[in-house]
């Protein structure tokens, strides 16, 4: 009896946390900002409609792919034409200079967003 308690109890769990994750999927989904999620190795897991226009990159294309390979923030005070940042450190508030830069997402074929 125990086995078949179990058993029931693992699916209801299973559906439970399928029903949560499609609801994490739909909320996020209809966000008006650009949300990208990644896993630990800084890989992108999740794009929404709103990071696939930003970024050119599609959800399926940009899966597995790092995250400065989709989402490069470029300075464009830059000497060079515009200096990569690290979009973690940009989130985090630490900048390579104490100059305010005027950035933009450079989306997938190099245009700027």
């Known amino acids: ?5 179990e058993q029931s109890e ?3 769990t299973a559906k439970a946390s399928q029903e949560q994750r499609e609801l994490l999927r739909v909320t996020l989904s209809s966000i ?7 896993d630990k190795e800084i890989r992108i897991t999740f794009l929404n409609p709103v990071a696939e226009t930003l970024t050119g990159w599609m ?4 899966t597995g ?3 400065e390979r989709v989402f490069r923030i ?3 005070d ?3 034409g515009g200096e990569p940042r690290d979009p973690c450190l940009a989130r985090r508030g630490r900048h390579r200079s104490r100059k305010p830069h005027t950035t933009h997402c450079e989306r ?3 245009t700027p967003h």
Do not use: C
């Open 74 to 76: 470029v300075n464009e």
């Open 78 to 80: 830059s000497p060079d």
């Open 10 to 12: 693992s699916r209801q």
């Open 1 to 5: 009896m125990d086995t078949d308690r």
């Open 32 to 38: 008006g900002d650009a949300v990208i999620t990644t």
């Open 65 to 67: 792919v790092p995250l």
């Open 108 to 110: 997938r074929h190099g």
């Open 59 to 62: 959800q399926e294309e940009a």
